[in-house]
């Protein structure tokens, strides 16, 4: 009985290490004298990670859901949503945001280099619960609108930048 209860409990830390979620805080001071915040929180177990970046009126969250493959986007500054397709090329794994929010860097814009520039659509997406319960907790409630990767970024495309998140360039 007692090799039970010790196997039995071996298990449960195993499987606790295995499907562990990894929760994140990261301060940065910000340029100006502000403070901007971040969160990180990696779930293992449903493979999506959220990423919070507090800074007022310039703050957003996102949503990494890595076996839907698509990534959202709130901007508090437009009272939007944004969700598009992940490009693996593009988007960090959930082990890189994992390591990179371990070494507690930035996720905002100016520590991230462009990697890819999505422009938004102006067509409102009228079901965000097609997107997963994940997005659908993001953005429900407010407009939100699809974003189609700009296959050639230094052609332009962008008639006003409004954030990057991740080397991700939404342009509206």
């Known amino acids: 009985m007692q090799a039970f209860v010790v196997y039995t409990a071996l298990l449960g830390v195993l499987l606790t290490i295995i499907v562990a979620d990894d929760n994140i805080n990261i301060s940065n001071q910000g340029n100006v004298g502000s403070d901007v915040h971040q969160t990180v929180n990696i779930n293992n177990h449903d493979n999506v990670a959220n990423i919070n970046n507090y800074n007022g009126w310039d703050s957003w969250n996102t949503v990494c ?3 839907k493959g698509l990534f959202a986007a709130r901007l508090f500054s437009k009272t939007s949503c944004v969700v598009t397709r992940m490009n693996p090329a593009v988007v960090p794994s959930l082990a890189q945001l994992s390591k990179m929010a371990g070494e507690k860097k930035s996720f905002s814009e100016s520590t991230s280099p462009l ?58």
């Open 65 to 67: 859901d890595y076996n």
């Open 115 to 172: 990697k890819a520039r999505y422009t938004v659509t102006q067509l409102q997406v009228k079901n965000v619960a097609q997107y997963g319960e994940h997005i659908n907790a993001l953005c429900r409630g407010i407009p939100t609108f699809y974003a189609q990767e700009i296959k050639n970024p230094k052609c332009g495309g962008c008639r006003a930048n409004i954030v990057t998140i991740l080397g991700i360039s939404l342009c509206f």
